[in-house]
Every structure is written in C-alpha cells, then in structure tokens.
C-alpha cells in the first residue's frame, strides 16, 4: 500500500501508527517555519470538532477520519454543519472524500472536486 492510498485509504480505518515517516534527509524541517501544516484527525465524538476548528482558525489544514460515523449519522451531520460554518468564517473549503474522511482547509486553500488523471 503505498503513502497516497494510506492517507486517502481504501475505506479501511486509519490509526496515527499507519502513517509512513518519510526521511527529510537534505531538508531543514527542523529549521522551516511554515504558514501551513497539514494536520490528522480522527473524528470520534462531536467534541472532536473543537480541535479541528482550532486548527482551520490556526490557518491549517485537517485531514479527518470519520470512519466511526455513517454519512446519514445525525451527529455527523452536526459536524459538518459546525465545520462549514467555520469553513464560511474563514473563506476556506470542506469536501467529503468517500464515506471516511473530510477535508478541511482555511483562506487561501481551494480543493479541487476533479481527480488527478480523469
């Protein structure tokens, strides 16, 4: 499975643990002071969506793992609701991708509806 397909996924459920650490040799991670992080999150109770706000306010973006809720859940559909409003205040974007994970981005980040290749 490689990286792309880990982050993205096949629809299976995600820990932190199955994520791949890449070497940074020759860069200077520790060094760079980015405007932007892509931040992981696992939605798992509504109280999950504070943390994720916090991050889009911040000016980052959150890949959110929401395998433990169905799409037709009415708690999900609270949160979504409570994260485009967020995503509404700062002028950034949400998509779901599948059943499995939101995308959230703050100002400036717009997320493209058409696959790469198609």
Do not use: C, W
Not at 46 to 70: C, F, M, P, Q, W
Not at 102 to 117: F, M, N, Q
């Amino acid at each position: 499975m490689g990286l792309m397909s880990k982050i993205f996924g096949e629809g299976t459920s995600r820990q932190t643990e199955d994520y791949v650490e890449l070497s940074a040799d020759g860069l200077a991670v520790e060094d760079a002071n980015p405007d932007t992080e892509i931040r992981i999150a696992n939605i798992g109770e509504k109280t999950d969506v504070i943390d994720i706000k916090d991050e889009v306010y911040d000016g980052n973006i959150v890949l959110a793992d929401i395998t433990r809720h169905s799409t037709k859940d009415r708690t999900m559909e609270h949160i979504t609701d409570e994260l485009k409003q967020v995503v509404n205040e700062v002028g950034g974007d949400i998509v779901q991708k599948d059943d499995d994970q939101l995308i959230i981005t703050p100002s400036g980040v717009r997320i493209s509806r058409e696959r790469i290749g198609h």
